[in-house]
């Protein structure tokens, strides 16, 4: 009988080492992801911000407004 809840807990113990095993993969290709899309956004927003023009303009580029 004690012979038999050890097996048992042993192998309920190898199930949660598998299941923490699987977990970690996981999260390990989840945080690929994540760096690969956090570089895309950085990507993007540069790339938005070399086709939008700044709202704001250095006081030399300025121009003078029409009625001067």
């Known amino acids: ?4 809840r050890i097996t048992d ?3 309920h113990l190898m199930h949660q080492a598998k ?3 699987e ?3 996981v999260v ?3 945080q690929r992801q994540i760096d690969e ?3 895309d956004v950085a990507r993007m927003r540069e790339q938005v911000q070399g086709l939008a023009p700044s709202a704001v303009r250095e006081p030399s580029e300025e121009e003078p407004p029409p009625h001067y």
């Open 19 to 21: 299941a923490i095993e």
């Open 28 to 30: 390990i290709r989840q």
């Open 1 to 4: 009988m004690e012979e038999t």
């Open 37 to 39: 899309l956090t570089a």
């Open 9 to 11: 807990i042993e192998i």
């Open 23 to 25: 977990l970690n993969e």
